[in-house]
T-cell receptor, first 114, second 113 residues
Framework: DAKTTQPPSMDCAEGRAANLPCNHSTISGNEYVYWYRQIHSQGPQYIIH???NNETNEMASLIITEDRKSSTLILPHATLRDTAVYYCIVRAPGRGSTLGRLYFGRGTQLTVWP | DTAVSQTPKYLVTQMGNDKSIKCEQN?????MYWYKQDSKKFLKIMFS???????INETVPNRFSPKSPDKAHLNLHINSLELGDSAVYFC????????????FGPGTRLTVT
């Protein structure tokens, strides 16, 4: 599975858009990009995922570059409650030994300030 | 309604004891997981069950034994607790075993003294 690289920390002003980058230069054609976040002392929360097209849901937007080597998670209007560690994970659908395994790295600590 | 619930939320116990953590999901999912988050905040998968059948066992000591009485429950039993078992344990579920869209419980903080 492709490895991901994220900045260890970012800041964002409340009400502004938070743009969280992720590099996955070794991504292969069948691998999806998943984003999770973990608010302090809570369980991880699924945010969004995509393959090649940009995706949007009620929580965020996911922009994947045309070459798929990087992506950006966008929180359009960040609030204080969005302060969390954000994880970018690349996974391919599979069976057998790789099935269901999510590998969480260090992620990006996003701090939203008032 | 809570989608994935765990009990207890906190568990403090002494070395050598045996303890269990319970997990229940009301999402109708077929697959459930146990993850461990250590003091350095690394989150690692331990086990996965699909329709009560073990499909992932990620190099976890034999002292850890998951039990799935039905597909809505996945309990974690730990024998002979050691100091290094202190961590936060998260239960999760997904619609099927191919899905990486997983829903996590609130976690159980286990402290072994």
């Amino acid at each position: 599975d492709a490895k991901t690289t994220q900045p260890p920390s970012m800041d964002c002003a409340e009400g502004r858009a938070a743009n969280l980058p992720c590099n996955h230069s070794t991504i292969s054609g069948n691998e999806y990009v998943y984003w999770y976040r973990q608010i302090h002392s809570q369980g991880p929360q699924y945010i969004i995922h995509g393959l090649k097209n940009n995706e949007t849901n009620e929580m965020a937007s996911l922009i994947i570059t045309e070459d798929r080597k990087s992506s950006t998670l966008i929180l359009p209007h960040a609030t204080l409650r969005d302060t969390a560690v954000y994880y970018c994970i690349v996974r391919a659908p599979g069976r057998g030994s790789t099935l269901g395994r999510l590998y969480f790295g260090r992620g990006t600590q996003l701090t939203v300030w008032p | 309604d809570t989608a994935v619930s765990q009990t207890p939320k906190y568990l403090v116990t002494q070395m050598g004891n045996d303890k269990s953590i319970k997990c229940e999901q009301n999402l109708g999912h077929d697959t459930m997981y146990w993850y461990k988050q250590d003091s350095k905040k690394f989150l690692k998968i331990m086990f996965s069950y699909n329709n009560k059948e073990l499909i992932i066992n990620e190099t976890v000591p034999n002292r850890f034994s998951p039990k799935s009485p039905d597909k809505a429950h996945l309990n974690l039993h730990i024998n002979s607790l050691e100091l290094g078992d202190s961590a936060v344990y998260f239960c999760a579920s997904s619609g099927d075993s191919l899905s990486y869209e997983q829903y996590f419980g609130p976690g159980t903080r286990l402290t072994v003294t």
